[in-house]
């Protein structure tokens, strides 16, 4: 998958897909050149504004699955999904890569605030180089399918020290496999649909925040430290019972 000079995705094979680290064939293919010069330049524009008064956080990154919903169309994409898994299994690693390189453009045009990073609009704020997670279309779709071709992309694009993962409800089936990919230190879901309410997502969530007995003193399962337990930002939620 390449990028056009107005964004628009191409379907074509990306030089280093074939098991290669993702950041040395990023460099490779892409030379030091922006892949999205447009975004860069808002990036610097933020950043000059700013001029050290309020702190600026990376752009919205997306995930596998909504890269290539976004590249192939919603129904495209699903069928793809069950009829050529090789080929959407390459797709999403494509992705991947051109992820880690757009995202090596904007860490180096996004500065430290007081000594750390902060996560988008959320006031939250870390020691080390922070990045927003994001796989919306991961709800359309089972742990099998995500685990067999999506996992080892989100995987490569949780590079970043500290990762906030952000879903939809109807993802919650998959929170516990991504909360124990590494760097994911929280996990932010939107509740925005009436079959999942937050009395059922309960064990799920207390679930991917329980102490890890396999990573001892690392704290939740999302082997989150200092960020010890999992976020849980229930917006658009209405009680029930």
Known sequence: MRLSGDGAGREEPVAGSNGDDPRSAGDRLFAGQSLVPQADEVQN???AHAAGRYPVSMSH???PTDVLSAMLGSQ???TALV????RVARLAADAAMV???VAAGQEAIVPAYRGGYVIRQFGLWSPGRSVWLQDDTSS????RHYRHTFLEP???MSVYPYGVLHLHAPSLHLAETLADIPNIRAINVYFDS???????AMPILRACSAPDATHPGEGCRTRASPWRNIVKSWTACRQRG
Do not use: C, I, K, N
């Not at 009829?83 to 090789?86: A, N």
């Open 45 to 47: 524009a933020v950043v």
């Open 61 to 63: 990154l997306r995930g």
């Open 76 to 78: 495209p994409f699903l």
């Open 83 to 86: 009829d050529e898994p090789e």
């Open 99 to 101: 992820w880690r390189a």
């Open 140 to 143: 359309m779709m089972s742990l």
């Open 154 to 156: 989100m995987r490569t």
């Open 194 to 200: 009436p079959a999942v309410t937050l009395q059922a």
